[in-house]
């Protein structure tokens, strides 16, 4: 095992140092860069949870709608184990061959996935090849969103040292508005079109959205400036490189997979612990319009339209929180976050399910909305202190897909696995109650370790 004590959070490099004062308009770009893309390949993962309840009609067919549920999010979980495979491979990628082909190629494979959900016809259709289609779009989405994370964090903390905060805010506002945009869609369709409407071809409407978005965000990342750490670091490679000679230092250079697993698990688990909360609070929101319907019977358009709600806070407020934690203090807004995120959780769904209308699961969502943001608009850029700049983007993309797959993609099915099971509506809180827990021990290690702050 490893010292986790290995690699210390290095020190801000000199005010004029390029990593610091990047030209105003090549800053602007990388965010738009990272934003466009980023926000389409999380929209096209947060659809799929948003329509599961259609999805599963027209591809998993099932007598009992509860069933069918439950089949349909566990391809959801299922397609989550990819992820960490495609961070290691597309997050390595990125950390040898810039940040910029990373995220070239990772939009390039979502959208592919894309297409295959838009035109995948249904069971009635193709029969059990139908189920199969939509499990290798969701293999290929997966995979491709498994590489976004690292190489996208990255690019937009090695902008400027002395604003990360800021910058790495932004990750997580464009999944914030990947949600905005995907559950604006979900109540549109939902609020114009029958439900048979919406089963037989309504669902798809978004995802083809998606394939227009698409080309958009590759283009503005082709243009787009590598990120100046890493153009830094790899011009200090070239001379030994060029020369032919090298240590065995340099050969962990070249392998960025093999530098994580042998350096680095201190990180990961820095990293990965201090997302714990985020993930499961973030699928815990997108599952609580399904729960609404299915378990609350409220109205199908409203239940989204409190998504909707949730969308609009997490995209305008991260930015904010990425500003304020530059200034005060990255920790001194997270960790109480965390704390309030886990007190919360059991009261508001007693709340929920004992005053069970649209105004209850808006303020639930509005407030568990408002303290996700306020965790993780710094987030971002304490996960990349975690990792040097030669397997920053190998080091995020494993940690965070890992987490990501053990208590993220899953947690809409444990959400329904524990409902049924316990016949409690209310047990998915004690879910978040106790992740928020391992959150929190995360922070505090990263402080004492790592020296974050």
């Not at 070249?254 to 697993?261: A, D, G, L, W, Y």
């Not at 409902?419 to 209310?426: D, E, H, L, P």
């Given at each position: 095992?490893?010292?986790?004590s290995?690699?210390?959070?290095?020190?801000?490099?000199?005010?004029?140092?390029?990593?610091?004062?990047?030209?105003?308009?090549?800053?602007?770009?990388?965010?738009?860069?990272?934003t466009?893309?980023?926000?389409?390949?999380?929209?096209?993962?947060?659809?799929?949870?948003?329509?599961?309840?259609?999805?599963?009609?027209?591809?998993?067919?099932?007598d009992?709608?509860?069933?069918?549920?439950?089949?349909?999010?566990?391809?959801?979980?299922?397609?989550y184990?990819?992820?960490?495979?495609?961070?290691?491979?597309?997050?390595?990628?990125?950390?040898?061959?810039?940040?910029?082909?990373?995220?070239?190629?990772?939009?390039?494979?979502?959208?592919?996935?894309?297409?295959?959900?838009?035109?995948?016809?249904?069971?009635?259709?193709?029969?059990?090849?139908?189920?199969?289609g939509?499990?290798?779009?969701?293999?290929?989405?997966?995979?491709?969103?498994?590489?976004?994370?690292?190489?996208?964090?990255?690019?937009?903390?090695?902008?400027?040292?002395?604003?990360?905060?800021?910058?790495?805010?932004?990750?997580?506002?464009?999944?914030?508005?990947?949600?905005?945009?995907?559950?604006?869609?979900?109540?549109?369709?939902?609020?114009?079109?029958?439900?048979?409407?919406?089963?037989?071809?309504?669902?798809?409407?978004?995802?083809?959205?998606?394939?227009?978005?698409?080309?958009?965000?590759?283009?503005?990342?082709?243009?787009?400036?590598?990120?100046p750490a890493?153009?830094?670091?790899?011009?200090?490679?070239e001379p030994?490189?060029?020369?032919?000679?090298?240590?065995?230092?340099?050969?962990?250079?070249?392998?960025?997979?093999?530098?994580?697993?042998?350096?680095?698990?201190?990180?990961?688990?820095?990293?990965?612990?201090?997302l714990?909360?985020?993930?499961?609070?973030?699928?815990?929101?997108?599952?609580?319009?399904?729960?609404?319907?299915?378990?609350?019977?409220?109205?199908?358009?409203?239940?989204f339209?409190?998504?909707?709600?949730?969308?609009?806070?997490?995209?305008?407020?991260?930015?904010?929180?990425?500003?304020?934690?530059?200034?005060?203090?990255?920790?001194?807004?997270?960790?109480?976050?965390?704390?309030?995120?886990?007190?919360?959780?059991?009261?508001?769904?007693?709340?929920?399910?004992?005053?069970?209308?649209?105004?209850?699961?808006?303020?639930?969502?509005?407030?568990?909305?408002l303290?996700?943001?306020?965790?993780?608009?710094?987030l971002?850029?304490?996960?990349?202190?975690?990792?040097?700049?030669g397997?920053?983007?190998?080091?995020?993309?494993?940690?965070?897909?890992?987490?990501?797959?053990?208590?993220?993609?899953?947690t809409?099915?444990?959400?329904?696995?524990?409902?049924?099971?316990?016949?409690?509506?209310?047990?998915?809180?004690?879910?978040?109650?106790?992740?928020?827990?391992?959150?929190?021990?995360?922070?505090?290690?990263?402080?004492?370790?790592?020296?974050?702050?």
């Open positions: 095992m490893t010292d986790v290995a690699q210390p959070t290095q020190p801000p490099p000199p005010e004029n140092s390029p990593t610091t004062t990047p030209r105003r308009a090549s800053a602007t770009r990388a965010i738009a860069a990272a466009i893309g980023n926000a389409l390949e999380f929209f096209d993962l947060a659809l799929y949870a948003l329509m599961a309840a259609y999805i599963g009609k027209t591809f998993f067919p099932d009992d709608p509860g069933v069918q549920l439950i089949q349909t999010f566990a391809v959801f979980g299922i397609t184990l990819v992820r960490p495979i495609g961070g290691l491979l597309l997050g390595s990628y990125a950390d040898r061959r810039g940040r910029k082909n990373a995220l070239m190629l990772s939009i390039r494979l979502m959208v592919l996935g894309t297409l295959l959900m838009a035109a995948m016809p249904g069971y009635a259709t193709l029969g059990p090849v139908a189920p199969l939509i499990v290798l779009a969701r293999l290929i989405q997966g995979f491709a969103a498994g590489g976004e994370f690292g190489a996208a964090t990255s690019f937009l903390v090695e902008q400027n040292n002395r604003r990360k905060g800021f910058y790495g805010s932004f990750q997580f506002a464009s999944q914030g508005l990947a949600t905005l945009t995907a559950s604006a869609f979900a109540t549109a369709l939902t609020a114009t079109l029958s439900d048979a409407q919406m089963t037989a071809w309504g669902w798809r409407v978004p995802f083809v959205f998606g394939l227009l978005v698409g080309p958009v965000g590759y283009l503005i990342r082709r243009y787009v400036e590598e990120s890493m153009a830094e670091e790899t011009a200090a490679q030994t490189v060029a020369s032919g000679f090298g240590t065995d230092q340099d050969a962990e250079k070249s392998s960025p997979i093999r530098s994580v697993f042998r350096h680095h698990w201190g990180g990961v688990l820095i990293a990965g612990g201090a714990v909360v985020s993930t499961a609070l973030n699928y815990s929101l997108q599952y609580l319009p399904t729960f609404g319907i299915k378990e609350l019977g409220l109205d199908e358009s409203l239940s339209t409190a998504l909707l709600i949730t969308g609009v806070i997490l995209t305008l407020g991260t930015p904010v929180v990425g500003l304020l934690a530059d200034r005060f203090g990255r920790l001194r807004i997270m960790i109480p976050a965390a704390a309030l995120i886990g007190l919360s959780a059991v009261p508001l769904f007693i709340w929920l399910t004992r005053a069970p209308s649209f105004l209850t699961l808006a303020l639930c969502m509005t407030v568990l909305g303290l996700k943001a306020a965790y993780f608009g710094a971002p850029s304490v996960m990349s202190d975690a990792f040097p700049t397997a920053r983007a190998t080091g995020l993309a494993f940690s965070y897909n890992t987490t990501v797959a053990l208590f993220g993609g899953f809409p099915t444990i959400a329904t696995a524990l409902v049924t099971a316990t016949g409690s509506q209310i047990s998915p809180s004690y879910y978040l109650l106790a992740v928020s827990v391992v959150s929190i021990t995360a922070l505090v290690g990263g402080f004492r370790i790592r020296g974050i702050r």
